[in-house]
């Protein structure tokens, strides 16, 4: 079974954003020494704490497993959404995996479709089972829920960009 929406989805992720991703990755440092991937905007414990750039890739990575392998695909997965926000490690690799992950949006939705139904999404702050019982939790509104929380998080990542090199010397 194939899906224009998932095709439509996968070309948005995969020649789009998951690039527009890397690029800001990139000129943070990546995983240089003396990047800023791993420093956030504000403090952890101020007001209004911010996410780094290497916790937000790590972030959409928990996104795409749990509505992507789980919701989708049928799946299992184990996802602590929370300890996604506080990652440390290398993001580079982090980014390769969200590819691969963005590359197999086709097939998850092949199996929902041949399924006929959607598995409960692991991890997520969702209200799924409110989504489920009005009827609006379907494979569309689930590949338009990556594609936005996707879309939403490069902006997250860009503004983060944005604060930390304005904070540069030059």
Do not use: K
Not at 22 to 35: H, I, N, Q
Not at 36 to 49: C, D, E, F, K
Not at 67 to 94: H, I, K, M, N, T
Not at 128 to 140: Q, S
């Amino acid at each position: 079974m194939d899906s224009p929406t998932s095709a439509a989805v996968h070309l948005i992720l995969t020649a789009e954003l998951v690039p527009a991703l890397r690029a800001v990755v990139t000129e943070l440092g990546g995983d240089d020494p003396g990047s800023l991937v791993h420093a956030r905007p504000t403090a952890v414990g101020g007001a209004y704490p911010t996410n780094s750039a290497a916790a937000i890739v790590h972030h959409l990575c928990g996104v795409l497993t749990s509505w992507g392998a789980s919701c989708l695909g049928g799946e299992q997965v184990s996802r602590q959404r929370e300890s996604e926000f506080e990652y440390d490690g290398p993001v580079l690799p982090e980014l390769d995996r969200l590819s691969a992950l963005a590359d197999r949006v086709p097939d998850w939705t092949t199996d929902a479709l041949t399924r006929g139904g959607l598995a409960h999404p692991t991890g997520t702050a969702f209200p799924v089972e409110r989504a489920r019982a009005a009827g609006t939790l379907t494979v569309e509104w689930v590949l338009a829920h990556i594609l936005h929380d996707v879309a939403t998080h490069l902006g997250h990542l860009e503004v983060t960009r944005d604060v930390l090199m304005s904070a540069r010397p030059r």
